[in-house]
């Protein structure tokens, strides 16, 4: 199709293009920027934490003044919890990933290291932890049962940093510790605390995001009371989840009524808790998103019907000279391509320019280049999806009607 009438109609309605260009390039410019937003908060909310999220449950127990013998009224908390039908495995546990808080410590490769290698979130562990939170093992081993230590007596005396101990990494924290080989049988250190690697589990996220990194962790053989943690447990159904943690908190009450059940869920109702202001911003962007389009969409029909009531003489002439439908419909797609065109070239320049902007003002990364065409791809269908039906009733209009309006 020629173009040249085309260009010469829209230099004679040069504000009425500059419009819709305009409007257009804002669209693609935000709409790439909240593309981008939304893929890196459905990322954030995807990430996977290593455990089995469908078969835990969470219960944290608060009593008042100091408590009489922990670990002994733990070890009745546990034999209680274990009689629970439906109870797989539990597991007294200091953290799990996704949460508010977490303990954290700086793993470096000697002693006394200037600037750490990472930071890592501290797991304690008791017997039967790595199976209670669903890890899996790719590489070394479990804890040993000597290996196992009270972290309230290993507070007290001090005797975790002079001796040393295992640890067991996450996959992603024992590759940035050793790039070039495996971590099994190698000694770090947090601080000058000697840890001997003896496992790694392939995926362990932490509590809280911490040096732009959520997966590096550590796990400890430190037995933990309901006191400094709360009690894990994992169910054999799912589907009874419930029912489970019902029964489990009666059972723990029965052991001492006089503590407060602070807390009892399910970890998936701990995880959405955390991720909630993320689904919110998620579905903020697409409202904005689908705002914007709409608004467009509207200002693309409006111009087109306003040109289409403008051109009735000009389309029933060419109607009579022979043009057809098909013409006629092709020429204002055309037209709303070409516009469209321009306001993309536009919005992607200004999309780059926010990126820019974000980049610096909120540390976001930067978006890729893939999100630009997508948002072309976007408003050049939704143009043509838009100019469809003004160009459909153009088409329509009989030459004879056409060459008698004024």
Same mark, same amino acid.
């Given at each position: ?25 804002? %669209? ?6 909240? $593309? ?7 990322? %954030? ?83 039967? %932890? ?41 996959? *992603? ?31 362990? *996220? ?96 409006? $111009? ?15 109607? *009579?000279?022979? *043009? %057809? ?82």
């Amino acid at each position: 199709m020629d173009i040249r009438p085309i260009l010469s109609t829209l230099r004679r309605h040069k504000t009425a293009a500059a419009l819709i260009v305009l409007e257009i390039a804002l %669209t693609c410019a935000i709409v790439c920027n909240a $593309l981008f937003l939304i893929g890196q908060r459905i990322e %954030t909310i995807s990430q996977p934490s290593g455990i089995a999220e469908k078969e835990l449950l969470e219960v944290r127990l608060g009593g008042i003044g100091k408590q009489v013998n922990a670990e002994a009224r733990t070890r009745e908390d546990l034999a209680a919890l274990r009689s629970v039908p439906g109870v797989k495995s539990v597991v007294p546990i200091n953290q799990l990933p996704f949460r508010r808080n977490s303990w954290n410590t700086g793993l470096s490769l000697v002693p006394d290291q200037e600037r750490q290698t990472l930071s890592a979130s501290q797991y304690f562990a008791s017997e039967g %932890t790595l199976d209670t939170m669903g890890l899996e093992l790719i590489g070394g081993r479990d804890f040993q049962p000597d290996e196992y230590q009270n972290l309230e007596s290993v507070i007290a005396d001090n005797s975790l940093e002079s001796t040393g101990t295992s640890a067991i990494l996450s996959q *992603a924290a024992a590759l940035k510790l050793f790039p070039d080989g495996s971590a099994l049988g190698k000694t770090i250190y947090s601080g000058r605390q000697p840890l001997r690697v003896v496992g790694v589990v392939k995926e362990l *996220a932490r509590p809280s995001k911490m040096d732009n990194d959520t997966r590096y962790s550590m796990i400890l053989p430190l037995r933990v009371t309901y006191v400094e943690g709360f009690y894990l447990i994992r169910v054999t159904d799912p589907a009874r989840r419930d029912e489970v943690l019902k029964a489990a908190v009666a059972a723990l009450e029965k052991v001492d009524p006089s503590r407060l059940v602070r807390a009892k869920r399910s970890y998936e109702e701990q995880r959405n808790k955390y991720f909630a202001n993320d689904r919110a911003m998620v579905g903020l962007l697409v409202t904005v998103c689908v705002a914007l389009l709409v608004v467009t969409a509207l200002g693309i029909i409006g $111009l087109a019907s306003f040109w289409v009531q403008q051109r009735t003489k000009q389309i029933g002439i060419r109607r *009579a000279l022979g *043009a %057809t439908r098909g013409q006629i419909l092709r020429y204002f797609q055309t037209e709303n391509f070409l516009l469209a065109t321009v306001g993309i070239v536009l919005g992607m320049l200004m999309a780059y320019s926010i990126n820019l902007w974000l980049m610096n003002a909120y540390e976001l990364p930067r978006m890729p280049i893939s999100y630009l065409p997508i948002g072309a791809l976007l408003l050049w269908l939704l143009g043509q999806i838009a100019v469809f039906g003004p160009a459909h009733r153009a088409a329509a209009v009989p030459p004879a009607v056409a060459t008698r309006s004024a």
